[in-house]
């Protein structure tokens, strides 16, 4: 991965969506949604849950039509994207553990775009795995299969296997779903680093505080744009309801927001 | 030795010996992906399908096989067309269309019973039924199969793993499914004579999932697999004729029998290697 300075595509956004209306039949998620991101940025996505934010990803990969409007991601329309722009991440969730992969393997899968067409790993593409696994922390388990390592080193190595075709664009669904605090810490940690590297990074999440302390741009989602900013700028009272609807508060502590959720539980009584 | 060089003096015993291995190691490889796809019993389908169309092949003066590979792509075509949306679920597709066409032939053959000695074959396998025709059309169908799978194997292996990623690297994975259910088709209709409709889907199976007992790395579960079909279909043939009984059952018999032993051994090793 190199460190993108001055490239002539950064004179177009990285994500560009113009009027586009989409949904799921006979229903309309998104009515003339506009959204546009530039390059370099490193942004999350955040909303309840059904509010749209996997479709909105979807429809940038070209997995999900759009009934109007334009759908552009570095400059090509959606849909005829060249492959080896988009690093895609999928929700941990989706995946099948029990499928005979070893860690290697699942990043040799985002070789596809070299157009190499053997089974077999050249020289070079062994030597591209072991690079990145090394970088990524993974290089220790890349002969064990996928079941057999933490949910943090899953979670690097499908990381590993978005990032082997160098995009300019990684798009991650969900990637602190599941994994403890720590892990989450450092997954965040290494997709800042990414970034800084000149990569655009788009993920969406649940964990508002996540976003809080790591991210430099969130988007408020719910079936649309409901404001983006920086977490310090976003993360308004006023905002937080407007995306979520429930009582949320917001914490200031030593710089940092806490936000939590002040809608009162109802226990019941153990006696 | 003898009793292993003994059949191999006649013809018909040499050609099935061949075709047993070749449909094996064919079932064997493209297993892999019908089960990992979540396809196991596409096989048995498949075969239905393509059973009922070589009944109605048959009432046309068709050759066997136009019939069996007419039915049996109609059959992948439709469903492939019916769980595109996901609406419908790959099973319940499966179990439509090809029992429709399945029950096609069954009605045909109960309106015309004269031609019932020709599917017996068919219907539990016969090693006395591979003839020279026969054995070239398996010699092409696992010539195409490996050929296939040798240059769409990334894009086999990524769709069938993460069909959303695979799509988002550039691989069209509906022409892949389709390309699969294409050379699919032709290995399950180029195993009927050997294998029989009925135990089509276990020699599909049965080898995979042995191969997926001993390894957890895909390269090597292909291999294994291959390994292991084409192996279980030399002893199943030999069983046959030693036995006397369809070469279908002893096949099927001996790679469950593998598979038995698999799922035996491998938890004892487990437990030897942890101590």
């Known amino acids: ?24 039949e006979p229903n309309t998620l998104f009515k003339n949604l506009s959204l546009e991101i530039p390059h370099g940025l490193f942004a999350g996505i955040v909303g309840p849950t059904a509010c749209g934010k996997t479709t909105l990803l979807k429809i940038l990969m070209g997995m999900h039509p759009v009934t109007c409007g334009e759908a552009e991601l570095h400059g090509q329309a959606v849909g005829k994207i060249k492959p080896g722009i988009i690093g895609y991440v999928p929700q941990l969730g989706s995946i099948d553990w029990n499928f005979p992969v070893t860690v290697e393997e699942v990043i040799a899968m985002g070789l596809y775009t070299n157009g190499r067409i053997l089974p077999w790993l050249a020289k070079k593409e062994r030597e591209q795995i072991h690079e990145l696994a090394e970088r990524l922390n993974v290089s220790a388990c890349l002969k064990q299969h996928i079941l057999a390592i933490s949910g943090g080193q899953r979670q690097r190595a499908f990381l590993a296997r978005a990032l082997i075709s160098n995009p ?10 599941g994994v403890d605090i720590k892990t989450q810490h450092e997954i965040l940690h290494l997709l800042s680093d990414l970034n800084c590297e000149g990569i655009t990074i788009l993920l969406t999440t649940h964990d508002l505080n996540a976003v809080a302390s790591h991210l430099p741009w969130v988007i408020c989602f719910n079936k649309g744009v409901v404001a983006q900013g920086r977490p310090n700028d976003i993360f308004t009272n006023e905002i937080l309801t407007k995306t979520y609807g429930g009582d949320i508060a917001i914490v200031k502590h030593e710089g940092h927001l806490l936000i939590a959720n002040t809608t009162p539980l109802r226990f019941m009584d153990p006696k | 030795m003898d009793f292993l060089l003994e059949p191999l003096q006649y013809d018909f015993f040499r050609r099935a010996l061949i075709a047993a291995c070749l449909v094996g190691a064919t079932g064997g490889l493209i297993g892999v992906y019908v089960v990992l796809r979540g396809m196991s019993y596409v096989g048995h389908g498949l075969s239905h399908a393509a059973i009922g169309g070589a009944v109605v092949g048959f009432t046309l003066n068709m050759n066997f096989y136009a019939g069996a590979c007419a039915m049996g792509l109609a059959a992948a075509l439709i469903i492939n067309k019916i769980t595109k949306n996901n609406k419908i679920k790959l099973d319940a597709a499966i179990g439509i269309v090809t029992t429709a066409m399945f029950a096609l032939g069954v ?76 050379i699919l088709t032709f290995s399950v209709i180029a195993s009927l004579n050997v294998i029989g409709v009925t135990m089509v889907a276990a020699t599909l199976i049965a080898p995979a999932i042995t191969a997926r007992i001993i390894t957890d790395s895909f390269s090597k579960m292909i291999i294994y697999s291959t390994l292991l079909g084409s192996f279980s279909g030399m002893i199943g043939m030999y069983l046959s004729y030693i036995f006397n009984v369809a070469s279908g059952t002893t096949i099927v018999l001996f790679s469950t029998l593998l598979f038995c032993l698999a799922l035996t051994i491998k938890p004892i090793q487990k437990l030897v290697r942890n101590q």
């Open chain 1, 1 to 24: 991965m190199q460190a993108i300075v001055n490239s002539d595509w950064q004179s177009f956004s990285a994500v560009k969506l113009s009027n586009i209306s989409a949904g799921y």
């Open chain 1, 168 to 177: 300019k664009i990684l798009i991650l669904d969900e990637p602190t779903s």
């Open chain 2, 107 to 182: 009605a045909i053959v109960s309106k015309l019973r004269n031609f019932k000695q020709n599917f017996e074959a068919a219907l539990f396998g016969n090693i006395l039924g591979i003839n020279n025709d026969d054995l070239i059309i398996i010699g092409i169908v696992t010539l195409i199969t490996l050929i296939t799978i040798f240059f769409c194997y990334r894009a086999l292996l990524f769709s069938t793993f993460d069909q959303e990623a695979a799509h988002v690297s550039g691989i069209k994975t509906e022409s892949v499914q389709l390309l699969f259910s294409i």
